[in-house]
Every structure is written in structure tokens, then in C-alpha cells.
């Protein structure tokens, strides 16, 4: 049994095989026998949209039942902590809820945000890997303090768009500005995506404090020295758009404020430029843009961008759905 809670942990073959599974479901999207009888918990902790919609639906077009479930709001909260004292809000331990659900369903899908309170902790994610510990079935990351199933969208997304091989092109990650911090996890997951594809990737920050964690920083040098690719870190955005081929942008907060937004908002006021605009675009060379979604119209990234027809924001999050039921399928040794 294997659980998809980030892509390091799996092979490049296997992510590979879960693309080209993604690609056949999208040019035949009811493929119902696949999972006929199979179900999937769906735990979200967090808000959600495309994530909700598209396991949902995924799960349908494959013949499986989904359960939708609210921790704390329409399920009983949850405690992680072992050698827990519940004598708080928390009325039930992961022990048993991860073991009921693995009895009830054969795959359970975790939405898991950091707190912003200490990094140190959030960083260990420790629902999602409680939960993994604990069942006895498969576990799916939708978006914890990584995003390995944007991750999957993106690049298939690409090789749509861009070619199917990607080794070699210029891919920036830049970040933009928000008027609140944002998780790490997009930026955390492309990092490590792009450069395990082989591309030459320039991460774009403001300064030093808007870093990733160093465990995204070491895997992506590592995947890129690897596959043959480059991992860069630059503060120049003229140099960073020049030549791109592909820009992929997100927001997130400055690590070692985390937590005490009241001290990173000074410094954040003052970083408005980064915003991706047609005038930094037109330094690349013809690139595609991207986003996760969703995004704030001309604050993240200006309407040109966003309405042009190089931005492949939709195509991605509709690429969610394909590979979300490529992998349900793959768990369960189902692959289209």
C-alpha cells in the first residue's frame, strides 16, 4: 500500500504513468467500470473549490462513491496528538477515525492547512501523516503544506502546452504580492515538480525572507542535478523573466515572520511590483502563464496576463479532475 502525500516519495515512472493514465481519461472521460464499487473519504479541513469539485466528480466518472466530511463542523473534531488528554473540543482521536473510515471506504483524502502559528510544527504536517499512519488504506494529499495533485495538473498542463518533453526549458516561479501571507505549498510543490521534469527553474523572491523551507530548496537542487536541469534563486525581476518560457506565479508568506503577520506587513507593503504583468511578460520568450487558482485579478496578476491567450490557468485546474482519477485509480491498481 502506498500513500500520494508528496511526489518525492514516489518515482519518476510512476508519476509518469499517472500523466499518460490522466491523458487517456481526459480523451475519454466516463470510464465508469474503473472503480465501480470503490469509495473515497473526502476530508476537508479547509475551503475548497476546485479540489471539492473535481475528487467528486472524479470519483463518479469512475464509478466510485465519494464522502464528503468537515472535521469540527459537520464531523466531530479531531485530536492528532498521541498520548492525547481530550479534554477539549476534539471528541475524536485520528486512531479512530482513520481506522473507521479505512473499514468504510478503500481511499481517504486529506485538505489540511498550517496553522501559521509555528512553523517548526506546521512543517511536520501532522494530520495528513497521522492519518497515514493510522489507516489501512491509501492517503491523498489535497493540499496540506505541499500540493502534489497541482503538481500532477501543472505538468500535464504543460506538456499539453509547451511539449511533451519539458528537460531543458527556462520555467520561472515567482512570487507575487498578497495582502495577507498565503501557504507555501504551491511554491513548495513547483519547486520540486519542475525541477524533477528536467527544467531549468528560477525562483524569483523578493529577498531572503520569502525563501522556501530548506527541504524544498535541497530536493529541488537535488532533483536538478538528477534530471541534468538548474535550480536558481534570484531578486532581479528583469533577469529572472528574461528569456522564460514558462511563468508560474503564487504568494506566500515570509517564513521566518510566520505566524506574526504584524511583522512581516511593513516589509510586504512595499513589494507591490511583483505583480505579473504584460510589460514583465513581454521579456520572455513568448512564455505561458499559470496560476493554481485562485487568484486575485490585478493584485496577484494583472487582467492582460490573466485574459491573454498564452495563460493556461483553466486548462490546469481542469487538468485537476484527470489526474486526480488517474491517481484514485492508480492507488487501487486500477490504471486506465
Excluded at 139 to 145: A, G, K, R, S, Y
Excluded at 162 to 174: C, S
Excluded at 203 to 216: A, G, I, K, V
Excluded at 242 to 254: L, M, R
Amino acid at each position: 500500500m502506498k500513500h500520494f502525500i508528496t511526489t518525492q516519495e514516489w518515482d519518476k515512472t510512476e508519476l509518469d504513468a499517472i500523466l499518460d493514465s490522466a491523458t487517456r481519461l481526459k480523451a475519454d472521460p466516463i470510464q465508469h467500470h474503473l472503480l465501480k464499487g470503490k469509495s473515497i473519504a473526502l476530508l476537508f479541513f479547509n475551503p475548497s473549490l476546485r479540489t471539492r469539485t473535481s475528487f467528486e466528480l472524479g470519483a463518479d466518472q469512475l464509478g466510485a462513491h465519494a464522502v464528503v466530511l468537515e472535521p469540527g463542523k459537520g464531523a466531530w473534531g479531531i485530536s492528532f496528538e498521541d498520548g492525547a488528554i481530550m479534554d477539549g473540543s476534539e471528541e475524536e482521536h485520528v486512531k479512530e477515525a482513520a481506522g473507521v473510515l479505512s473499514r468504510y471506504c478503500d481511499l481517504i483524502a486529506i485538505r489540511a492547512f498550517p496553522r501559521f502559528v509555528n512553523w517548526a510544527e506546521d512543517r511536520q504536517d501532522t494530520v495528513i501523516r497521522q492519518f497515514a499512519r493510522y489507516s489501512s488504506v491509501p492517503v491523498i494529499n489535497m493540499e496540506t503544506i505541499t500540493h502534489p495533485c497541482q503538481e500532477l495538473a501543472h505538468i500535464l498542463a504543460l506538456k499539453e502546452h509547451v511539449g511533451g518533453d519539458l528537460v531543458g526549458k527556462r520555467y520561472l516561479l515567482t512570487w507575487t504580492w498578497h495582502p495577507k501571507p498565503l501557504n507555501t505549498a504551491v511554491a513548495n510543490s513547483a519547486a520540486m515538480i519542475a525541477t524533477r521534469f528536467g527544467m531549468n527553474v528560477t525562483l524569483l523572491c523578493p529577498n531572503e525572507q520569502y525563501h522556501l523551507d530548506d527541504r524544498y530548496l535541497d530536493a529541488a537542487k537535488s532533483n536538478a542535478d538528477e534530471t541534468g536541469g538548474s535550480f536558481d534563486i534570484t531578486y532581479d525581476i528583469e533577469q529572472a523573466y528574461d528569456g522564460a518560457e514558462i511563468v508560474y506565479t503564487k504568494s506566500w508568506g515570509a517564513l521566518p515572520y510566520f505566524g506574526r503577520w504584524e511583522d512581516e506587513a511593513p516589509m510586504r507593503q512595499h513589494l507591490q511590483h511583483f505583480i505579473v504583468d504584460q510589460p514583465k511578460m513581454n521579456r520572455t520568450d513568448n512564455a505561458v502563464f499559470s496560476h493554481c487558482l485562485p487568484v486575485r485579478r490585478n493584485v496577484k496578476v494583472t487582467d492582460d496576463v490573466l485574459d491573454s491567450p498564452r495563460c493556461i490557468a483553466l486548462d490546469e485546474a481542469e487538468n485537476r479532475l484527470h489526474v486526480q482519477k488517474a491517481l484514485m485509480a492508480h492507488l487501487l491498481n486500477a490504471s486506465a
